[in-house]
């Protein structure tokens, strides 16, 4: 048996407790005697890179057990290097799959490779390190139920890894000291308990907040008692600390608007939600608005071929009737002329119903949503879920918690859910998973809906959009009792949930709590503009819209709602143009680049990619114009509403960078204009030099008969030797000039 392996645990722990940094523990496998090269080729990189086969990754670990089976000490060091390669991966990154796998295989081999430690210490130590490491599961499933924003979710996984630290604490205590690794373990595990045990602790606070059994005062004691754990010095070393104090400045936060905004007792009765989620289809030309039409008109003629054809299909397909503010592309004067198709007309495939079943089991499913895949021939395609914020039968109505939820389901960075629609036994992670499935199963109707080279697209994680209206919200009054809450008290009370854009990944339960009220933005405080009513609340971000309009009936918001999902849906379009737009762009680009390399471009390929690049910019101008067209829409209030929209979510900054691929095309076209007459005028010249040349060649045979001519004529007895060198050189000349001139006009004809 060789000598034990020679560690710095110290150092080893520093790094990794300060900032999850493996760099010592790597170099601490590295410096052993054992070759463990294969281990840091097996984990390194765990955040990222191709998914990992589970029995790949046992048989590799079961490999290098056996390698450090070998020399005492470096068992456990090999497990203390698995388990910070996870805990590593894991700051770097919200996707988990990788380190569940690596979690899997070091509880698969460890049993049977236990047997080759000589030593009983260390095989406890990592016996009690493999156990621990099993929990981080749990921690996984509890950064999810942050991600939810669901608190029995973060509780319940919270208390499975802050309990499950105090039973290998427990024993720990029960075994022989085993030099620094006891040490480092138990640090390890201190840390955890006090952590998650924080996290257990701020969970169980809000959620007695939001079903209203705690007072501001308690919440506040609770802040309080966390911040003390900030202070602890097993806390104190490690980047677990960071983490905790995020969670005390929710509880802080949350009590400061409990005491200072009408966050208690603010509510939202009938609170819906909309999901838009919009997507872009493509047939065989380059026609963005031909397709569109052809893909509406198609999916009106044979839709019901796809009704019930697969567990996801239609259950109907019809025309969507559209509320009368729009000009629907016709003259309301002159309405015997006949005139072309509606200018925006939309078919629409309804799914089956969806429900949201949250991954706590004792929370109900929400539902049922509504789904349906809309068809526009304006090219906004879109797949749109709306449904309630809360399950039937719950008697409270819904408030801050349930608003931070929809807007999250709609930000795509909502945790993982079960979504389930009624007659099909796939289960979604999220509804942008479920939008993203339906518009693959639209790439596939090209056969029955006779739509040449069908081609969609989507990524709901960039474009999901959620619609929150409120026909009502209630404020607690001076005197207890509900009162009809104004658009400016909702911003006090929960501005920061409205107006920021949801984060990826959570810090912490109703993380919107922690920062400060942006206030709305100035150039377009209410999207409404003149047509808000008095108290109304229209905000918009990239990724929400939330409408708060008391008092008004809901035909009244039809219209107002339409617009809302019109130009939400409409930024996938514009990011479609612009990639139309970079197409002819870069198929130019490569034509001047070969006129740069020397190649000789051809009039006729020249003058049909100019063609081309002008049908493009046509086109999209054309689309575009319909945009912004005074004529979209019936009156001039609903037109200055969409102008709004068109700031606040963000399209006109898809504009912008439209605007620049479309003088990028221009400046194109017209350098290639300019080629097009070089390369004209090289033809010319070219055929200019080739009669010339025949004149030239002429010539010089004219000039050989002259010459003849004259000596017939003139000297009966024979030329002189002097006339003959005369001629001779005078010939000589010519066909000199004749070469100079070729190589002139053969320069001039290559110039281009």
Sequence with gaps: MSAPVSVDWPRVASEFHRDRDVIATRRALHASSVDLADFTRAVEGLAGGPERDLDTVAAALADLWRQAATQPGSTFLLAFGLYAEVQHGWELSADTDNMLVMIHAVQQTWPTARDRVDDP??????????????????????????????????????????????????????????????????????????????????????????????????????????????????????????????????????????????????????????????????????????????????????????????????????????????????????????????????????????????????????????????????????????????????????????????????????????????????????????????????????????????????????????????????????????????????????GPLLLIPVERTAAGLEEWLRYDDPGPDAAVPNFLGRLAPLQSLAVQTARSTALYTPGLPDWSLLGTSELIEFVVSSRALIRQWNGHVQEAVDVATAMLRRRLAGESLKTDEVRLLRLRLADHGALIRQERALLHSEELARSPGHRHILDNLLHTSGAARLEAELDTSIAELDELYTQLGDDAAAVEEARTASYQNLVGLILYVLALFSLADLFGFLNDSLFADGTPAVVVGVELVAYALAIVGLAVWGIVGYRRSTRG
């Design 121 to 494: 210490q260390e095989r406890e130590h990592v016996d009690l390190l493999v156990r621990h490491l099993g929990d981080l599961d749990a921690a996984f499933q509890m950064e999810n139920g942050l991600n939810c924003s669901c608190a029995l979710e973060t509780i319940a996984a919270a208390a499975q890894v802050a309990d499950g630290s105090i039973g290998v604490l427990a024993s720990l205590d029960g075994t022989q000291a085993w030099g620094e690794q006891t040490g480092v373990l138990r640090q390890v595990l201190e840390s955890h308990r006090l952590y998650f045990d924080g996290v257990r602790l701020s969970a169980q606070t809000i959620l007695e907040q939001v079903v209203g059994e705690i007072g501001v005062a308690e919440v506040e004691q609770r802040a309080a008692a966390l911040q003390r754990s900030l202070t602890d010095e097993r806390l104190a070393v490690d980047v677990y600390q960071s983490e905790l104090r995020a969670h005390v400045m929710a509880l802080t936060a949350l009590a400061h608007r409990l005491r200072s905004t009408p966050l208690p007792g603010l509510t939202f009765p009938d609170l819906k939600v909309t999901y838009v989620v919009p997507f872009t289809a493509r047939g065989a030309t380059d026609n963005l608005a031909q397709d569109s039409e052809e893909l509406v008109e198609a999916v009106r003629r044979r839709g019901s071929r796809l009704i019930g054809s697969s567990p996801l299909a239609p259950v109907q397909v019809h025309d969507l009737e559209l509320s009368d503010i729009w000009s629907h592309g016709r003259d309301e004067v002159f309405h015997e002329t006949p005139l072309e198709p509606t200018a925006y007309r939309v078919v629409a495939a309804v799914l089956p119903d969806l429900w949201i079943a949250p991954r706590a089991p004792e929370l109900p499913r929400i539902g049922p949503y509504r789904v349906e895949i809309r068809f526009s021939s304006f090219g906004n395609h879109h797949v749109r879920i709306s449904g309630p914020a809360q399950a039937r039968g719950d008697d409270r109505a819904p408030g801050y918690h349930e608003l931070n939820q929809a807007l999250r389901r709609g930000s795509g960075f909502m945790g993982a859910e079960d979504v389930l629609v009624d007659g099909c036994g796939t289960t979604y992670e999220s509804v942008g998973q479920l939008a993203a499935a339906a518009v693959e199963m639209v790439s596939g109707w090209d056969e029955p809906l006779g739509v040449h080279r069908l081609r969609c697209h989507v990524d709901p994680a960039i474009d999901t959009h959620a619609l929150i209206t409120m026909p009502e919200a209630f404020v607690r009054g001076d005197d207890g009792e509900p009162a009809e809450a104004t658009g400016s008290q909702i911003l006090d009370a929960v």
